[in-house]
């Protein structure tokens, strides 16, 4: 089964720190996607990848910025945490469009940002 | 991209019981996929529904898909406590991740 593995499952972080969250699929997939999720408002995109060193915004980039060096590898950065930047972030991974549709999730970071 | 708009937002059914939850969406679509997520974990992919088809069934799992009424549901028959998550519809006009908009969920909560 693929495996999307997000570095860390809690983490807190002071205002105005750099933070960074990783994730790391192993099955080669070519897609990859950033969500926050916050109660009542399900999953939001911040931003996808479509290949490597490549990105595209999601509904809500503001405040953060993404790097995919490696086709594995997808991280998320927040240049200068905010405390509306306290959510759980979600990473995804998909195969690719033409061969299969469903996302596989990691288990989650719940950022908190005091 | 559309969001699907799951109903209702909370469910709690005893054990062995049936589970029916819905789903709406507004513009026409190519699938549906129904997820689940567990309390602080990431979302598990249930199920898909494609818009030329309209039952679907996986183990307990039976999604339905009226085109007609932009609607889902998901049931899932004689529940166990380990059903209890929240539930996500995720519709879309194409195969491409970031046109999957999840709505805020139904929370499930099977009693033992």
């Known amino acids: 089964d693929v495996k999307v593995t997000q570095s860390s499952r809690y983490l807190v972080k002071r205002t105005g720190e750099k933070v960074f969250l990783e994730c790391v699929q192993d099955m080669d997939h070519e897609n990859m996607f950033w969500y926050r999720q916050d109660p009542g408002l399900g999953l939001r995109l911040i931003y996808f990848?479509?290949?490597?060193?490549?990105?595209e915004k999601g509904d809500i980039p503001e405040g953060y910025s993404v790097s995919r060096e490696k086709k594995e590898r997808f991280s998320l950065i927040l240049e200068s945490a905010s405390t509306n930047q306290t959510s759980m972030y979600l990473c995804?991974?998909?195969?690719?469009?033409?061969?299969?549709?469903?996302?596989?999730f990691g288990s989650g970071t719940q950022l908190s940002v005091l | 991209s559309q969001q699907g708009e799951e109903d209702p937002q909370a469910l709690s059914i005893q054990e062995g019981e049936n589970a029916t939850m819905n789903c709406s969406y507004k513009?026409?679509?190519?699938?549906l996929q129904w997820y689940r997520q567990n309390s602080g974990r990431g979302l598990v992919h249930l199920i898909l529904?494609?818009?030329?088809?309209r039952e679907k069934h996986s183990g307990r799992l039976r999604v339905t898909l009226d085109t007609s009424k932009k609607s889902s549901s998901l049931l899932i028959t004689a529940s166990r406590a380990a059903d209890t998550a929240s539930y996500f519809c995720?519709?879309?006009?194409?195969?491409?991740?970031?046109?999957?908009?999840f709505g805020p969920g139904t929370r499930l909560s099977v009693l033992p």
């Open positions: 529904i494609r818009s030329n088809e």
């Open positions: 990848s479509y290949d490597v060193k490549m990105k």
């Open positions: 995804a991974s998909q195969a690719g469009a033409a061969t299969n549709e469903k996302l596989f």
């Open positions: 513009t026409s679509i190519n699938n």
């Open positions: 995720a519709p879309s006009r194409d195969n491409y991740g970031q046109n999957f908009v």
